[in-house]
């Protein structure tokens, strides 16, 4: 495997090279959204200055290049997660979008009173508030894997949670707020062999990993462009081409339907179904560039380098007097993503500290109440770190925390 050129990485993203508070940016918020490196930049460039015009619709030379941007990025898509089919990918807003889509196309129509959605202490309010929505409306019920001491599932008790009225088991790939890659896989199969479909937030996963849906045992699966060095307001769901077929729309409009009457009308082929509206083409562009890009790079390359990167930052928080870090203890069980408090120190002020120097982290609860709950706190500061940070970000980070012991004590 090679090894990645973080220098030439770097040079490419050309936020990077901001200055803030007279200091070089060092952006560590990656987990809340990535820096977009040049050729994304280009691409959303070219489309606006060159393709602009609505997709699917006009049989002109413009509307023609649009709309093969527009699929050719969803092809792009579906190969980089291991889909067997583009059609098997819907464009949305984001993980988001992606899991509202499923909790009310899939949610109303097969989800009863009494039936049980099963869920994780660890996952993001996008992958909690949905379903408290749908449970609301049909009175089914919520139930929690609960986490260890170092933020871990507790996998103990699985076949327990798992009844004969679970349908659907939700969870992430990677939490976001403490950086712990779920054993997938494992919950996937126990899920399955109980009779329940495996919903996947691959929001922090998909930025981190080789993904192949496939091979995860998941049949809904989440993304967001943004995260991954695309543009917001883009992301998709991936699910079974069967299941998709066999769910109503959501949303409708135009794009989604073949042919209306008056009383009734019937629907296009997934993934239209599922696209209501002019959607968001220049994002769907843009998320194509950056699936290349990566692809170049080589998720290998870029896994290894950020593992490089989490350790040497997880070794330097260490060494800060009154640094406390959450999250699993083995490296093998983590990614990118560090979160921490220190002694009396409230995370704002951590980040407010920091960004005076020009360090960007994220501080608060990061959408993930129940985490904090768990730990009895109700915020942490949190690093995060991508493909284009290095260690030297990381000294950095240090460095500012040092400050911040000398300010707090
Ligand atoms: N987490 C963070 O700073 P959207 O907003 O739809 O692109 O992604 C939502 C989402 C869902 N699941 C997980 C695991 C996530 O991390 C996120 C977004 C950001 O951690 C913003 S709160």
Known sequence: MHRLDVGRVR????TLAETVNGRPLVYLDSAATSQKPQPVLDALDAYWVHDNANVHRGIHELSRRATEAYEGARLELARWIGASDAAEVVFTTGTTGAINLVAHAWGLDNVREGDEILLTVLEHHSNIVPWQLLARRTGARLRYIEIDDQGRLI???LDHLLTERTRLVALGQVSNALGTV??????AARARAAGALVLVDGAQGAVHSRVDVHELGADFYALSGHKMCGPTGIGALWARRELLDSMSPWQGGGEMIHTVERDMSSWAPVPHKFEAGTPNIAGAVGLGAAVEY???LGMDAIVE??????????EGLAAVTGVRVYGPESLDERSAVVSFTMGDAHPHDISTILDSQGVAIRAGHHCAQLVMKHFGISATARASFYLYNTRADVDRLVEGLEAVRTIFG
């Not at 779920?182 to 919950?187: L, M």
């Not at 380098?305 to 997880?314: G, I, K, P, Q, T």
């Open 182 to 187: 779920n054993p997938v896989k494992e919950v």
């Open 11 to 14: 040079a490419e993203f050309p």
């Open 155 to 157: 996998l103990d008790g």
């Open 294 to 296: 990566l692809s170049a």
């Open 305 to 314: 380098h950020e593992r490089d990167v989490l350790r040497y930052a997880l």
